[in-house]
């Protein structure tokens, strides 16, 4: 495994009645798919939730983000989400199919390691 020099990261809401199916596919057959791109060293899942944190002597309350859900993509170099390798992963199991459409407030977001 190489040592990842970017993150793509992805974030969304989903459908409340699509939470179960949309996390069963993402765990179960969209990461597998994007993991076999060359140049997809990782992937973790998230859920935003609210949280208290201490900045300048004082607690800070945040609510949940306003997008529920992260994916974050550790790759190789920015071409790797661009690749052919990519583009049919994405399209694969029943993400495409019967998990997409029911997603919204979709950012995508592409950080190199410093």
């Given at each position: 495994?190489?040592?990842?020099?970017?993150?793509?990261?992805?974030?969304?809401?989903?459908?409340?009645?699509?939470?179960?199916?949309?996390?069963?596919?993402?765990d179960e057959e969209h990461v597998?798919?994007?993991?076999?791109?060359?140049?997809?060293?990782k992937v973790t899942r998230g859920k935003g939730i609210p949280f208290?944190?201490?900045?300048?002597?004082?607690?800070?309350?945040?609510?949940?983000?306003?997008?529920?859900?992260?994916?974050?993509?550790?790759?190789?170099?920015?071409?790797?989400?661009?690749?052919?390798?990519?583009?049919?992963?994405?399209?694969?199991?029943?993400?495409?199919?019967?998990?997409?459409?029911?997603?919204?407030?979709?950012?995508?977001?592409?950080?190199?390691?410093?």
């Amino acid at each position: 495994m190489s040592i990842s020099k970017f993150v793509f990261i992805v974030s969304m809401n989903v459908k409340k009645e699509y939470e179960d199916l949309f996390n069963e596919v993402y765990d179960e057959e969209h990461v597998p798919h994007l993991l076999n791109v060359p140049g997809v060293n990782k992937v973790t899942r998230g859920k935003g939730i609210p949280f208290n944190f201490s900045i300048g002597g004082e607690t800070k309350s945040m609510d949940s983000p306003n997008q529920k859900f992260v994916a974050m993509y550790e790759i190789d170099n920015p071409e790797v989400i661009n690749s052919k390798e990519w583009a049919i992963a994405v399209e694969k199991g029943r993400w495409s199919t019967q998990v997409r459409q029911h997603t919204y407030d979709r950012s995508h977001f592409l950080y190199e390691y410093c």
